[in-house]
């Protein structure tokens, strides 16, 4: 989604400018701009279609000078991805300009009144409207930019994180926000404003958070001045970020997707530390352990979540029905949103998403809690929305995710899931303590075997250039794999834009099996589970139509190896925690082929990395 770098101090504002929007990239856009006010008060915007690197072109020769700036990455809503459409968006004067993340929905009703105001608009976007409407409302009532933005927000219906600067005022950089992140960056007598922290790190690990329907007012050398829309003020401790350069860099792989699949021991070993206990073999998730009672009576569990997140979800039923014995309704975060979804104060509602900053789960979350439901959240990053919103929860703490493919989100938010369950199972005695006993012991030796795991990658590469002539791919899975074929078969779209589909393989007699001819490759996730024979007889049926056949098994496997053209041997470990290691060939396997195919791996085309929109 869009991303937003504003800066006021002492030093050139354009390279940090700049620097920002790179660190921003990640977001997924199509166009990006920037403006600065220069030592005359003169107020510069300069956008470009495309990347980055096309701005900073464009910008060549220009003055860019300035100690005070904001810039943006701009991911299509309203209006085509152009140069007129891309931000930030002039006022009508050009005495003010404006970035803008989120969406305005009664802009159509602003606009209409402007227009009888004499306004004209040059662009598609609601965000022009918004900063005509702030230069409306200052003139008319004669106010400081800071009282008009908190004026007009007011008025604004939909969701916002915005930056704002004007002509002659060269000590003053304005920004708000609501439904969108925006953090405020705290320097020596400087401000840093992004919508993640990843531009900001590199310069200071003090920031502040803001809360929805709140305006900061930035001046050099002076406090921060947040106030709410109503015009209380407000005080924000400050917060140390525990974030580091390195985190955010390629660190020596040509994609952050391969340096995040590589990445996934260590975040998993993040995720467990301090929570597993090796010497006791017992696990403690503090949130679990003050909220046991809430588990103890809830009647249901909901858990929702989009996308990647959402495969875990899915498995997460698994995993407390069979060790809790709670009944789990899985939710996608769109539908459930919009449905009339019966929810009661006794359920316990668990929102997953990496970033904390989905608006359909965020908005989710919030229909449950209008319900009286308990809301316990599974986010990767520290501060978001959806973190701040719940009632508890457990981080994943995977670090940050840079590339647009989910990679070890997913297996830290199955992480969090399995010793959620067991936790819960063991406390609830569902969950016998001799079995509780043997899966913490294989969880906490899971690294060495995920470590197995990445050596398959070279043998998976070869596999994949086999494979890029493939215009479908199937993938089957049963249990605890079937989120895993999901899961494989989104990678494999979002990168390689190769049509892919998931299916519980045993559903595959019910239509799919119409599909299966000798073009159509198969992967099917069957290490040793409960069902391995009835899946023997599915990798039949395929075998018997010429399917080709990329088989994920368990090492020493028989039956299935005598049919698959080929075979990928993973470590066997506990069925509930075979996920942890299934995923890792689909993950590799994608992104081979992806590359091979000379995709964009870490920017997808049309994708963000996190939806911040509906
Ligand atoms: O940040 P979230 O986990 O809430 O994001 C949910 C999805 O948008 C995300 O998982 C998406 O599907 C990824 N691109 C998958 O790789």
Not at 497 to 513: L, N, S, T, V
């Amino acid at each position: 989604m869009c991303g937003i770098v504003g800066y006021i101090g002492m030093k050139d504002a354009f390279p940090i400018l700049i620097k920002g929007l790179k660190r921003l990239e990640y977001r997924g856009y199509d166009s990006a701009g920037v403006a600065l006010l220069n030592s005359e008060g003169e107020l510069n915007v300069y956008k470009s279609k495309g990347k980055v690197k096309n701005l900073e072109e464009y910008c060549i020769g220009k003055d860019v000078s300035g100690t005070i700036g904001i810039a943006h990455t701009r991911w299509a809503t309203h209006g085509e991805p152009n140069d007129l459409n891309a931000h930030p968006h002039y006022s009508q004067s050009e005495n003010i300009a404006l970035i803008h993340n989120g969406i305005i929905e009664n802009y159509l009703a602003i606009k209409k009144m402007l227009v009888r105001e004499g306004y004209t608009f040059k662009s598609d976007t609601d965000t022009e409207v918004l900063v005509q409407a702030i230069e409306y409302i200052k003139k008319r009532y004669d106010l400081t930019l800071s009282e008009a933005v908190q004026r007009t927000l007011k008025f604004v219906i939909g969701a916002y994180a915005i930056g704002v600067i004007e002509k002659n005022k060269p000590d003053c950089l304005v920004a708000a926000r609501k439904g969108s992140p925006l953090i405020v960056g705290i320097g020596e007598g400087e401000f840093f404003l992004g919508s993640d922290a990843t531009p900001i790190i590199e310069y200071t690990s003090n920031v502040i958070y803001l809360n929805d329907e709140e305006v900061v007012l930035l001046q050099r050398n002076k406090k921060p001045v947040v106030k709410t829309l109503k015009d209380e003020d407000v005080h924000h401790d400050i917060i140390k970020i525990k974030l580091q350069l390195e985190d955010i860099e390629k660190g020596g792989y040509p994609h952050f997707m391969l340096k995040e699949i590589f990445e996934q021991s260590k975040s998993l070993a993040m995720c467990m530390n301090g929570r597993l206990n090796t010497e006791l073999m017992e696990i403690k998730l503090s949130g679990i352990t003050t909220n046991i009672e809430r588990f103890r009576s809830a009647k249901r569990i909901i858990i929702t979540a989009c996308g990647t997140s959402w495969h875990a979800a899915l498995i997460g039923k698994y995993l407390f029905e069979e060790f809790c014995k709670i009944p789990v309704d899985v939710e996608v975060a769109s539908e459930f949103r919009y449905r009339s979804p019966v929810i009661h104060s006794d359920d316990i509602l668990i929102p997953i998403s990496q970033s904390g900053e989905t608006a359909d789960t965020l908005a989710a979350m919030e229909l449950a809690k209008s319900h009286g439901a308990f809301i316990y959240g599974i986010c990767n990053v520290v501060g978001s929305s959806i973190a701040r919103g719940t009632d508890s929860g457990t981080y994943t703490h995977a670090g940050p995710e840079i590339g647009v493919a989910s990679t070890k989100a997913f297996t830290t938010q199955v992480t969090v899931l399995i010793m959620m369950a067991l936790q819960i199972g063991r406390e609830l005695k569902t969950l016998p303590e001799a079995r509780y006993k043997k899966i913490v012991r294989e969880l906490a030796n899971i690294n060495t075997k995920i470590e197995e795991c990445f050596e398959l990658s070279k043998e998976i590469r070869k596999i994949s250039s086999v494979f890029t002539y493939a215009r479908n791919f199937m993938y089957l899975g049963r249990g605890y794999n079937f989120p895993v074929a999901l899961e494989g078969a989104l990678k494999l779209k979002e990168i390689s834009y190769i049509h892919a589909e998931g299916y519980p393989a045993a559903e595959m007699k019910h239509g799919p099996i119409a599909l299966i001819d000798e073009e159509m490759p198969v992967v099917v996730v069957s290490p040793k589970l409960k069902t391995y024979e009835k899946i023997v007889s599915n990798v039949q049926e395929i075998k018997a139509r010429k399917g080709k056949i990329i088989a994920i098994v368990t090492k020493g496997d028989v039956d299935i190896k005598k049919m698959a053209d080929f075979c990928i041997e993973i470590p066997d470990t506990e069925e509930c925690l075979t996920p942890l290691l299934t995923v890792i060939p689909l993950q590799f396997l994608s992104y081979y082929i992806a590359t091979v195919k000379g995709r964009n791996v870490d920017q997808p085309r049309n994708l963000a990395k996190s939806v911040t929109v509906e």
